[in-house]
């Protein structure tokens, strides 16, 4: 099964176990939730995320991709995503358009589930994961009156379209082999998927996008030089 060895012992191991207890156990109320009582849903969603966040101060960022992996496992098998997702067509590398069409999906249905905020935090983490951190700038969104956003470099590339297409490739990379149904996920789990695993295959994924976003732009920049003449 999903393993992980807390970055402390004593007392912040003790909080760290209680505290991933604790959200497993509200993401499960949502989801009773979810069928029984939706006029109470957004409320269970927030104290899901109090956990979440909890969670996340307690463990190292690079020891995070277990719980998130556990996440969008669990969101392939809810709507939409149940029936929207489709893997990235082979042979790989593909081009770049469909991991940005992959990670449209995939960014909504987060967002959906998890709130604002969870799919930056995770591109975020795999950049730095595989070694690309100083692109996380360009793909975190800023508010218009950010003071920031003056500093940021301006350029051709689409921060919101670099967040997807890594986010696409992330979930091509974690969740194409997954079982067509979720009655046959229990044997799949099974298996052992511990974090230094699931990063290397989160980083490999996320620098694969990276090169297929180059490509894109350069081709892009090229097509520009010549309609300017």
């Not at 393993?3 to 207890?21: I, N, S, Y």
């Not at 042979?91 to 969870?118: I, S």
């Amino acid at each position: 099964g999903c393993t992980h060895q807390p970055a402390h012992q004593g007392a912040r191991g003790a909080r760290h176990r209680r505290g991933w207890g604790a959200a497993r156990r509200a993401d499960a109320k949502v989801l009773v939730i979810r069928c029984k009582w939706p006029h109470v849903l957004g409320k269970l969603t927030q104290i899901a995320q109090y956990y979440r966040n909890v969670l996340d101060w307690l463990v190292p960022w690079n020891r995070r991709w277990c719980r998130w992996w556990i996440d969008l496992v669990l969101e392939r098998y809810r709507f939409p995503l149940f029936e929207e997702f489709v893997p990235l067509p082979d042979p790989h590398p593909c081009p770049w358009d469909p991991r940005v069409a992959l990670g449209a999906d995939v960014d909504a249905a987060l967002e959906r589930a998890f709130g604002p905020g969870f799919a930056d935090q995770l591109v975020t983490v795999a950049l730095e994961t595989a070694d690309l951190g100083e692109l996380a700038e360009y793909v975190r969104p800023l508010a218009s009156d950010d003071e920031q956003l003056g500093k940021r470099v301006r350029t051709l590339v689409d921060g919101v379209e670099l967040r997807r297409g890594i986010i696409g490739s992330i979930a091509d990379a974690l969740l194409r082999d997954l079982p067509p149904s979720p009655e046959q996920l229990g044997e799949y789990l099974r298996d052992d998927h511990d974090d230094d695993e699931i990063a290397r295959r989160v980083a490999a994924a996320t620098r694969e996008a990276w090169d297929a976003a180059r490509d894109h732009y350069q081709e892009t920049l090229k097509a520009t030089a010549r309609l300017l003449g």
